[in-house]
T-cell receptor
Framework: NAGVTQTPKFQVLKTGQSMTLQCAQDMNHEYMSWYRQDPGMGLRLIHYSVGAGITDQGEVPNGYNVSRSTTEDFPLRLLSAAPSQTSVYFC???????????FGDGTRLSIL | TQLLEQSPQFLSIQEGENLTVYCNSSSVFSSLQWYRQEPGEGPVLLVTVVTGGEVKKLKRLTFQFGDARKDSSLHITAAQPGDTGLYLCAGVDNYGQNFVFGPGTRLSVLP
């Protein structure tokens, strides 16, 4: 039972590049979400999904896209990376909508 | 302005001491969650409090939800080095739709 798996663990991008952060869970949870964590600001919700085919915006969605084609996977796409997107990104899942229970170990992203 | 405030921001104590950290808001929350996060890892859910005045215990950790459901506290008895980490409170307020986190209290327990 792997829980929530995020890949890659580390990534360095140049401004303007695009990339996809992967997130997979094996607990059959309907609710999945993406957060970014910045010093002194806690975790902020980027996008979330209440089930396959359904996604919605969180507090800080600009510059990010998501899709949910299966229950297991919830990738986060950076369309055109900017230095302000340097952060640690966490994916989470739960069976209770809106209350993340299980987090991945994060992707540390640096935009130069 | 943060919807959830946490205090203190940093706390360094000796092993065996007791401590309390606080989570406060001007908004009413339907429930509050507490997480602990260790360096290089994601947050781990410790507890959910739902009812105003509710007290929950998890070994040496005691969590309390304020009567008005605007605040919560976490008390640790006889702290151990393994308690070191970032403690985060979080929840959905009665008016919002997003799950919000406080900025956290960073606890260091020295042996």
């Amino acid at each position: 039972n792997a829980g929530v798996t995020q890949t890659p663990k580390f990534q360095v991008l140049k401004t303007g590049q695009s990339m996809t952060l992967q997130c997979a869970q094996d607990m059959n949870h309907e609710y999945m979400s993406w957060y970014r964590q910045d010093p002194g600001m806690g975790l902020r919700l980027i996008h979330y999904s209440v089930g396959a085919g359904i996604t919605d915006q969180g507090e800080v969605p600009n510059g990010y896209n998501v899709s949910r084609s299966t229950t297991e996977d919830f990738p986060l796409r950076l369309l055109s990376a900017a230095p302000s997107q340097t952060s640690v990104y966490f994916c989470a899942s739960s069976y209770v909508s809106g209350q993340p229970q299980h987090f991945g170990d994060g992707t540390r992203l640096s935009i130069l | 302005t943060q919807l959830l405030e946490q205090s203190p921001q940093f706390l360094s104590i000796q092993e065996g001491e007791n401590l309390t950290v606080y989570c406060n808001s001007s908004s009413v929350f339907s429930s509050l969650q507490w997480y602990r996060q260790e360096p290089g890892e994601g947050p781990v859910l410790l507890v959910t409090v739902v009812t105003g005045g509710e007290v929950k215990k998890l070994k040496r950790l005691t969590f309390q939800f304020g009567d008005a459901r605007k605040d919560s506290s976490l008390h640790i008895t006889a702290a151990q080095p393994g308690d070191t980490g970032l403690y985060l409170c979080a929840g959905v307020d009665n008016y919002g739709q997003n799950f919000v986190f406080g900025p956290g209290t960073r606890l260091s327990v020295l042996p």
